[in-house]
Nanobody, 125 residues
C-alpha cells in the first residue's frame, strides 16, 4: 500500500526549475524526519535533502544552494524546489519518511520506513 505520493516531475532544460511535492497521510506527515532521494540509471540511490519537523534541513553537497525542502502544512506535503537544474540531476526522485528519526535526520540517512513510488526528473543540456 503506497503511503507517500510524489508529483511534479517532468522534463526541463538545464538551468530550469521544477517543484516536487510529496503528499502524505497525517500519521506519516507528522514524522520527525522526511526526505527526498534520487536514483539515476545505473547508479545507487542517494540522499538529496532531509527536513525535520522543526524545519532543520540537510542537503547533499551536489544540491546545496540550488534545492530547498519545505513543508506545506495545509496540504500535508513535503515539497522540493529545484532551481538551476543540471543534467546530472536527472533521475527518479523518491519521498520518504522516518517517524522517529531526529538527530540522524540528515541527507545520508537510510533508516526510512515509508517510501513513495517516485517521480521522474529529466534535465537536458
Amino acid at each position: 500500500q503506497v503511503q507517500l505520493v510524489e508529483s511534479g516531475g517532468g522534463s526541463v532544460q538545464a538551468g530550469g526549475s521544477l517543484r516536487l511535492s510529496c503528499a502524505a497521510p497525517g500519521h506519516i506527515y507528522s514524522s520527525n524526519c522526511m526526505g527526498w532521494f534520487r536514483q539515476a540509471p545505473g547508479k545507487e540511490r542517494e540522499g538529496v535533502a532531509t527536513l525535520r519537523s522543526d524545519n532543520w534541513a540537510s542537503y547533499s553537497d551536489s544540491v546545496k544552494g540550488r534545492f530547498t525542502a519545505s513543508r506545506d502544512l495545509a496540504k500535508n506535503s513535503l515539497d522540493l524546489q529545484m532551481n538551476s537544474l543540471k543534467p546530472e540531476d536527472t533521475g527518479m526522485y523518491y519521498c520518504a519518511a522516518a517517524p522517529t528519526l531526529w538527530y540522524g535526520c540528515q541527507y545520508g540517512a537510510t533508516d526510512f520506513a515509508y517510501w513513495g513510488q517516485g517521480t521522474q526528473v529529466t534535465v537536458s543540456s
